[in-house]
């Protein structure tokens, strides 16, 4: 079934469908309606895949969808139009530019911690940029998933954007087949095999992972404020989420204080019990719940450590005094588990960070620009966010994506449909002045030679008169004003 799908994907690509500008912008138009057309049913689905709160809905994934919809449609002549570039001189009265184009037929891979936004960001570029797109929701989120498929054959074109749902041998049978871009969003375990079977064809692939993003927390700054926004970004969504800030590292001085201020944010957010707050999700299934409370094993929770199998709850947790090489530190948490790591100075922070896996993300909380400026300088991650979290995945002019072990590639807005276009190089000549290209055909002499750093010689010169004569006219016209 997986092999039809995306063999009509294909024939239907090759009709070129998909290329024309007024196309797209109907489809994205129509993938817009359905967001708030179905927003009631993505929030029911939500709440029974992972107790999402209806008021979080639109908050952590309807709305950035529609600004990147909305920004595709009216940038999108732009985005697609020609790209003019630097000239030689021996290309002068030549046509020279980029045209973007599509890449064909492409995978989509979701993930379930985010299973709207992390899905159909991708699609918007993949459409924006005259794809064809096979999507792939997570199996995990089997409620939006579901309804996923429901929905876009009612929406988008059914052919060029089907919805393929399943678990491990519907993705194994789709990664078999042979496409012209993978997109892929989950962890490094199952990038890898992505990436290993893309290989198999030569497919690009965009790998958007994770990893343990540090949490920077510098003695000179307010601290109720920065335990406000780390406290928001690390239990938001019961703690999966991919830039949610892992760990935190601060001084041992302020480490105590760090933990009250986190104590007296939860009980803001959620009141002294968040099992019967609304505003508080759950872990996605029995396995990963059985994962997370297994990093805890062997640890006092200084705050939170409660948990309920029954309902996948575990409460919001912070650990003091971790040691760097405990297990809590060696893979990516994806739930609500905050472990404290002591160091002794920036120097310490700094070396800590560069010494592990390049994060996804890296969030600094310090009112010292020298502090801020070291850390920017001398750190690295696919992004980082200064006294905040997560804010930075919110603007579609900033590149998403991860480095090295957290990922390849980028999207959001305008980077996204490049990422999903083939930058073509355009050289377009004339046939006419054929006499200066003789010299390059053979049979090659010194005559020939000597013929070419002539003629080399003589465009040289001439693009310097050139340049004089402008400078010489816009001294001219200074001169005049000025007098």
């Given at each position: ?411 959001h807005g305008k980077h996204t449909f490049d990422q999903f276009s083939h930058h073509r190089a355009c ?57």
């Open positions: 079934m997986e092999m039809q799908v995306v063999q009509r994907a294909r024939e239907t690509f090759l009709t070129r469908r998909s290329r024309p500008l007024e196309f797209r912008v109907q489809q994205l138009k129509s993938l817009q309606r359905m967001i708030t057309d179905r927003q009631g049913e993505i929030a029911t689905a939500l709440k029974q895949d992972i107790n999402r709160s209806q008021y979080d809905t639109p908050l952590l994934e309807l709305i950035g969808l529609e600004n990147e919809i909305s920004l595709a449609v009216s940038k999108l002549a732009q985005w697609d139009a020609p790209r003019p570039v630097e000239k030689s001189l021996l290309t002068i009265s030549d046509q020279v530019y980029i045209q973007p184009e599509p890449l064909g037929v492409v995978l989509i891979i979701g993930a379930w911690n985010y299973p709207w936004a992390l899905t159909l960001q991708p699609l918007v570029g993949a459409i924006a940029a005259g794809n064809a797109a096979v999507v792939k929701p997570s199996e995990l989120s089997e409620y939006s998933a579901s309804l996923l498929k429901a929905l876009l054959p009612r929406y988008l074109d059914q052919e060029l954007y089907p919805v393929v749902c399943g678990g491990v041998s519907e993705t194994q049978e789709l990664l078999r087949q042979r496409f012209d871009h993978i997109f892929y969003t989950g962890n490094s375990t199952v990038g890898k095999l992505v990436m290993e079977a893309a290989a198999r064809h030569l497919t690009p692939v965009t790998l958007e992972l994770g990893g343990k993003s540090p949490c920077y927390i510098d003695k000179d700054v307010d601290l109720r404020v920065a335990c406000r926004r780390i406290t928001w970004g690390k239990f938001v969504n019961c703690g999966q989420t991919c830039i949610a800030p892992d760990y935190i590292l601060c001084e041992p001085s302020i480490q105590n204080r760090v933990v009250e201020g986190i104590r007296q944010t939860l009980l803001e957010f959620y009141g002294p019990d968040p099992k019967s707050s609304p505003d508080y999700g759950r872990i996605i299934n029995q396995r990963h719940f059985n994962r997370v409370m297994a990093l805890l094993d062997g640890y006092t929770a200084a705050l939170g450590g409660q948990s309920d199998s029954s309902q996948r709850y575990i409460a919001p947790t912070v650990v003091k005094d971790v040691p760097p090489y405990a297990r809590l530190m060696q893979e990516e948490i994806f739930g609500p588990l905050l472990p404290i790591v002591t160091i002794s100075d920036v120097d310490d922070a700094i070396h800590f960070i560069s010494e592990r896996e390049k994060p996804l993300a890296i969030y600094v909380f310090s009112s010292n620009k020298k502090v801020i400026k070291r850390m920017l300088a001398e750190t690295t991650s696919g992004g980082v966010t200064v006294n905040d979290v997560m804010m930075h995945y919110t603007l579609n002019s900033l590149p998403f994506g991860g480095v090295g072990q957290s990922g390849t590639g980028r999207y050289l377009v000549k004339s046939l006419g002045m054929e006499r200066v290209n003789m010299p390059r055909y053979p049979p090659q002499n010194h005559q020939k030679g000597t013929y070419i750093w002539a003629v080399t010689a003589s465009i040289v010169a001439l693009g310097l008169l050139v340049s004089l004569t402008v400078i010489l006219i816009l001294a001219a016209g200074v001169s005049c004003t000025c007098w």
